[in-house]
C-alpha cells in the first residue's frame, strides 16, 4: 500500500474523532483555560482546526520558516469546524504523491536557525498527526474539568462506556 492511502486514512480517522471533541464545546466556555499558562479552549479549538494545514505545508514546501507565524483565531465554533474540514480536504490533495516525495527532507526554521530537518514522512508522522491526539487529550481533560462528557477516542470513553 502507498503512503499516501495509509496516512488519508489516518488523517480522516483523527479529523472524525477531533470534530467529535469539537462540537461538544460550550459556546459559553470558549475562553476557559484550567490555569493562566495553560490555552483557552477556543485557543486549543483553533489549533486543532490548524492542525491538518501543516500536512499542506509539509508536503507543499521543502521548508518553513516560523518567523511571523500568527496562530488562527476563529471565535465560533462553526468557523473553527468549517476551518477543521478544509484543512483537511487541503491536507488530504497534498498527501497525494508517489512514495518518494515522503522521503525529501523537510526543515523548520526560525530567524536563520534549522529547527527540524528530517524527512516528510517523518515529520507527517512524529510531528504533525501526533498532534491531534495530544491536543485533543488536552481537551479531554478541559472537559473533565467542567464535568462535560468526553468522547469516545479509540474505545469508549468512561462517559460513554
Known amino acids: 500500500m502507498e503512503l499516501q492511502n495509509l496516512l488519508i486514512s489516518e488523517l480522516q480517522h483523527e479529523v ?13 466556555k ?3 483555560r484550567p ?22 505545508a ?19 465554533l462553526e468557523e473553527i469546524l468549517e ?4 484543512n483537511t480536504s487541503e491536507a488530504e490533495a497534498a ?3 508517489p512514495d518518494k516525495e515522503y522521503k525529501k527532507n523537510w526543515k523548520m526554521i526560525l530567524d536563520g536557525k534549522v529547527l527540524m ?6 515529520v507527517l508522522r512524529m510531528m504533525v498527526l501526533n498532534q491531534l491526539p495530544h491536543h485533543r487529550a488536552q481537551l479531554g481533560v478541559y472537559f473533565r474539568l467542567l464535568d462535560i462528557p468526553v468522547p469516545a477516542t479509540y474505545g469508549p470513553s468512561a462517559d460513554e462506556s
Open 30 to 32: 470558549m475562553d476557559w
Open 83 to 86: 476551518v477543521l474540514q478544509n
Open 117 to 122: 530537518d528530517m524527512p516528510k514522512y517523518s
Open 58 to 76: 509539509t508536503m507543499e514546501m521543502d521548508d518553513m520558516d516560523m518567523a511571523g507565524y500568527k496562530a488562527p483565531d476563529f471565535a465560533t
Open 16 to 28: 472524525v474523532i477531533t470534530e467529535e471533541f469539537l462540537k461538544r464545546i460550550p459556546k459559553d
Open 95 to 97: 498527501l497525494k504523491k
Open 35 to 56: 490555569h493562566k499558562k495553560s490555552m483557552s479552549i477556543r485557543q486549543l479549538a483553533n489549533h486543532l482546526a490548524e492542525i491538518p494545514s501543516w500536512i499542506t
